[in-house]
């Protein structure tokens, strides 16, 4: 399985940009970038995908560089309900078999400051 | 839609019993994961199916733990006999392939958190 690596903290200021990085230099042609966040006490919850183009939502804007071995996960305005553990992760999602599965690392830990 | 629904929530039980632990999927999806969180081994995932076939069971930790998947709506992890070091919260997720008007994100449930005393 491809994997990612993740820094395991980051602190931020509220209402400032947070840039999250993560690094997956073994990236295959066919796997979608996957970010996904865990509040305290509650399950994982998607964020974001891509796959080649930056890709924006309500929630965050994804970055993927250019050879897609790395990629960094935008919050405009951190706040602190953002206060979670951040997941990158590759899922294949044309194929059966392992490719589909997600495997979470441990994620990076982001604290936001009032 | 009601997301997917694991029950129970909260489980507490004397080693050695039996646990059941329920997962109905979000209608549609085709595939079901079953991961369990501690606070040492965060998030592994044990056992996804896809289409009610299980795929990859490597995670499961043992013979003591089992799941099933007899329907597209419904799935259970159980495990017999319970053991302390099985105290964590486990969470099941399920997903559809992109081109079924999804994009293949795994939508998780609120989890079940067992305590094995």
């Known amino acids: 399985d491809a994997k990612t690596t993740q820094p395991n903290s980051m602190e931020s200021n509220e209402e400032e940009p947070v840039h999250l990085p993560c690094n997956h230099s073994t990236i295959s042609g066919t796997d979608y970038i996957h970010w996904y966040r865990q509040l305290p006490s509650q399950g994982p919850e998607y964020v974001i995908h891509g796959l080649t183009s930056n890709v924006n939502n309500r929630m965050a804007s994804l970055a993927i560089a250019e050879d897609r071995k790395s990629s960094t996960l935008i919050l405009h305005r951190a706040t602190l309900r953002d206060a979670a553990v951040y997941y990158c992760i590759l899922r294949d999602p044309y194929h059966t078999g392992a490719n589909s599965k997600l495997t979470f690392g441990k994620g990076i830990t982001l604290s936001v400051r009032p | 839609d009601a997301g997917v629904i694991q029950s129970p929530r909260h489980e507490v039980t004397e080693m050695g019993q039996e646990v059941t632990l329920r997962c109905k999927p979000i209608?549609?999806?085709?595939?079901l994961f079953w991961y369990r969180q501690t606070m040492m081994r965060g998030l592994e995932l044990l056992i996804y199916?896809?289409?009610?076939?299980?795929?990859?069971d490597s995670g499961m930790p043992e013979d003591r733990f089992s799941a099933k998947m007899p329907n597209a709506s419904f799935s259970t992890l159980k495990i017999q006999p319970s053991e302390p070091r099985d105290s964590a919260v486990y969470f099941c997720?399920?997903?559809?392939?992109?081109?079924?008007?999804?994009?293949?994100?795994?939508?998780f449930g609120e989890g079940s958190r067992l305590t094995v005393l």
């Open positions: 199916f896809n289409n009610n076939v299980p795929i990859d």
């Open positions: 997720a399920s997903s559809g392939l992109i081109g079924t008007s999804n994009t293949g994100e795994l939508f």
């Open positions: 209608s549609g999806h085709d595939y």
